[in-house]
């Protein structure tokens, strides 16, 4: 096995899968980009009896042919190309009852979902293959993937037919977490400190393929301006393409992504309606859901409320970075980031950009706070009553604690160790006393500061009950 960054978890769970002695059908699935592919190719070396992977937007008859060629690159014969998916399945599985040699045959069937096309019949020979055959055989491991969570989930996972119930394993591969950028970094041998991962981090999110393009001779502003601003920048197009190769009707989806992405707190379903201008036949209740189920939304609910009032938040840093600064703005300057680095759009959008981060390490704040095995529910909270600064008060972070005490985060990016004023201190104050009194609430209330260097200890701490840092982020996560 050769070098994996990260993925410790995964690894395990591979490697229990293959001493399992049992046939295993293990279906892996995440968003474009991830690191899917590389994970099951790196972690059995290419070791497989045979691979075979779907080709984007290929009909039926290429993607025969491509499965005929795998089939004769691995058991070495001339094959003609097989009329149906049918006698393929049939023709892989003369191929591997002839391997004599003892040990797990891993068969790896990549991008799923390109090879399943419309009319092919492709899912009822493979449910028939796998029914009838590799189930049986305790040598078989059978492993899927695809980048189309949407479809993994509904056609292979939760499949209400002949292949109801037969996956026996799934991985669901996450982006990387600032730990695991971090030891990325140090694999391609840059020298980064941990504000500057924290930088990158709020921009490409932990989408390994995005960090494997940084230039280490190059500054965060240049790489910035050379991956996405310049001329030819590599990920200039990424955004649509993201989409395009996730869903068919990928304009509908990116336009919920872009209605979704105007408020920072997220939306309902009926103003996500008004603002996309998408009729609503119950299609966008599904889309809504496909989009969160690839990892680009979070639905959640604000504190103390009922069912009906969900919200939809974008969450996906690399999508909420292209809408802010790419999506519709016309810019020509290929240095755009470096001429405009230190100005208040970016730092407006800094500001947002670091509590998403840190949404996404909510098991690292946990382990701060020394609470990693108590049951907690996540939220935010929005107030009903007055408006401080023309803006209500509102927590982006409300961690409800099983022992009765609820954490109000409030979340401050900064280039250096963050100091309370006065003003400040008025609002964390108020906006305490609101939460409690507009709640009712029964509990311990503290304020939490998530700052990356941390608070200044001054007159005004005294509000503050606890304080977590970017070093804390970046902790190896801690299971809740």
Same mark, same amino acid.
């Given at each position: ?22 046939? *295993? ?5 995440? =968003? ?30 290429? +993607?025969?042919? !491509?499965? &005929?060629?795998?089939? +004769? ?71 899927? /993937? ?18 109801? !119930? ?20 140090? *694999?391609?041998?840059?020298?980064? #400190? ?20 940084? !230039? ?24 649509? *393409?993201?989409?395009? @190769?996730?869903?068919? +009707? ?13 408020? &920072? ?39 103390? %409320? ?23 703005? !016309? ?10 680095? #230190? ?22 704040? %946990? ?7 108590? @049951?907690? @529910?996540?939220?935010?909270? &929005? ?5 401080? *600064? ?13 022992? =009765?005490?609820?954490?109000? /985060? ?5 280039? %250096? ?13 108020? &906006? ?6 507009? /709640? ?41």
């Amino acid at each position: 096995m050769l070098k994996i960054v990260g993925r410790n978890k995964e690894i395990e769970y591979l490697q229990q899968i293959v001493n399992s002695g049992e046939p *295993e059908f293990v279906a892996i699935y995440g =968003r474009r980009r991830v690191g899917k592919t590389f994970l099951i190719r790196e972690f059995f070396s290419n070791n497989f009896a045979f691979y075979y992977s779907g080709s984007e937007n290929s009909k039926m008859k290429m +993607q025969l042919e !491509n499965f &005929r060629n795998a089939y +004769q690159e691995y058991f070495k014969t001339i094959v003609p190309i097989p009329e149906n998916w049918t006698t393929a399945f049939e023709m892989l599985k003369n191929a591997l009852s002839s391997i004599k040699k003892s040990g797990r045959k891993i068969i790896f069937i990549d991008e799923l979902p390109w090879i399943a096309t419309k009319g092919s019949n492709f899912i009822q020979a493979f449910e028939y293959w796998w029914n009838t055959y590799a189930s049986a055989n305790s040598d078989i491991v059978l492993i899927i /993937c695809g980048s189309s969570t949407s479809w993994m989930l509904n056609k292979i996972i939760k499949n209400r037919g002949g292949l109801h !119930n037969r996956v026996t394993r799934q991985i669901l591969l996450q982006p990387f977490s600032l730990k695991e950028c971090e030891e990325l970094v140090k *694999e391609q041998r840059l020298q980064l #400190d941990s504000k500057t991962i924290l930088d990158y981090y709020m921009i490409f999110g932990g989408v390994p393929y995005y960090w494997k393009h940084l !230039n280490k001779s190059k500054s965060l502003p240049q790489n910035i301006d050379n991956l996405l601003f310049s001329h030819n920048a590599i990920l200039k197009n990424e955004f649509s *393409e993201i989409y395009n @190769s996730l869903f068919k +009707q990928s304009k509908k989806y990116i336009l919920l992504v872009i209605s979704i992405g105007e408020k &920072r707190v997220g939306l309902s379903r009926e103003d996500i309606i008004d603002i996309s201008g998408l009729t609503d036949g119950g299609s966008i209740t599904r889309m809504l859901e496909e989009l969160e189920q690839c990892g680009f939304i979070r639905s959640y609910y604000g504190f103390g %409320k009922k069912q009906r009032d969900k919200i939809y938040q974008l969450i996906d840093l690399f999508s909420l970075f292209y809408l802010n600064f790419i999506n519709k703005k !016309n810019i020509t300057d290929e240095h755009f980031w470096t001429n405009n680095y #230190d100005t208040a759009p970016l730092n407006n959008w800094r500001g947002y950009a670091f509590e998403q981060v840190c949404l996404w390490h909510i098991p690292q704040i %946990k382990h701060k706070l020394g609470i990693s095995g108590v @049951s907690t @529910s996540y939220s935010s909270w &929005r107030s009903l009553g007055e408006k401080t *600064e023309n803006k209500k008060y509102q927590i982006v972070l409300v961690i409800d604690r099983n022992d =009765r005490v609820i954490n109000l /985060c409030e979340m401050k990016y900064s280039d %250096k160790e963050y100091t309370i004023s006065k003003d400040f201190s008025d609002i964390l104050r108020k &906006r305490r006393a609101t939460f409690i009194e507009e /709640c009712k609430i029964r509990k311990t209330v503290h304020t939490t500061m998530i700052t990356t260097f941390g608070v200044n200890h001054n007159v005004y701490w005294g509000n503050v009950q606890s304080e977590v840092t970017i070093e804390d982020l970046f902790e190896s996560e801690k299971r809740s």
